[in-house]
T-cell receptor, first 115, second 112 residues
Framework: EAGVAQSPRYKIIEKRQSVAFWCNPI?????LYWYQQILGQGPKLLIQFQNNGVVDDSQLPKDRFSAERLKGVDSTLKIQPAKLEDSAVYLC?????????????FGSGTQLSVL | GEDVEQSLFLSVREGDSSVINCTYTDSSSTYLYWYKQEPGAGLQLLTY?????DMKQDQRLTVLLNKKDKHLSLRIADTQTGDSAIYFC????????????FGAGTRLAVHP
């Protein structure tokens, strides 16, 4: 069974540039999450989708970060313009399969370096 | 408020048992989780426990939950070098929608 797919694996950009990350969740999972993991810290939730609607974006810096999940399947997270402090690993996760709704499965992440 | 705390580092000898501890603050958390992260990889779900349970065992892994003290532990029996990784404790908050709050992680180093 395929897991959560993310791309790209690595990205290096200069500050003030823009960047986008893509995520394809596990088939059948209604809920999709984007987490930010800064080096040495645990993941922090940025945004959570239930199907194609946002249910929690309270910690998303909305002046520069945006995310969408137009058809309720894959999702894109964008940063524009990037700042040095955005350097982190961006993890996508999904959950919601019947009988396993409490389990969150993570992708391998996109490591972003902002120079 | 929501907060999950873990000790940062644990070193054990190969073959010994490892115990990783975690404390959380949300007394109405419904599930508590342990994830493993190896270098350059995402988070792998190891095990989880429902809040009405005290213990859960899964092969070499034993999870103990003390709800009164809001304390969670993960015991790894017969620790191997392949167990070297960062272990994250997480609580599912009581606000619904399955949001997980993570600790900062405990780095487990296994030496011969």
């Amino acid at each position: 069974e395929a897991g959560v797919a993310q791309s790209p694996r690595y990205k290096i950009i200069e500050k003030r540039q823009s960047v986008a990350f893509w995520c394809n969740p596990i088939s059948g999972h209604a809920t999709l999450y984007w987490y930010q993991q800064i080096l040495g810290q645990g993941p922090k939730l940025l945004i959570q989708f239930q199907n194609n609607g946002v249910v929690d974006d309270s910690q998303l810096p909305k002046d520069r970060f945006s995310a969408e999940r137009l058809k309720g399947v894959d999702s894109t997270l964008k940063i524009q313009p990037a700042k040095l402090e955005d350097s982190a690993v961006y993890l996508c996760a999904s959950s919601g399969r019947p009988g396993e709704w409490e389990k969150l499965f993570f992708g391998s992440g996109t490591q972003l370096s902002v120079l | 408020g929501e907060d999950v705390e873990q000790s940062l580092f644990l070193s054990v000898r190969e073959g010994d048992s490892s115990v990783i501890n975690c404390t959380y603050t949300d007394s109405s958390s419904t599930y508590l989780y342990w994830y493993k992260q190896e270098p350059g990889a995402g988070l792998q779900l190891l095990t989880y426990i429902f809040s009405n349970m005290d213990m859960k065992q899964d092969q070499r892994l034993t999870v103990l939950l003390n709800k009164k003290d809001k304390h969670l532990s993960l015991r790894i029996a017969d620790t191997q070098t392949g167990d070297s990784a960062i272990y994250f404790c997480a609580e599912r908050n009581s606000g619904g929608y399955n949001k997980l709050i993570f600790g900062a992680g405990t780095r487990l180093a296994v030496h011969p």
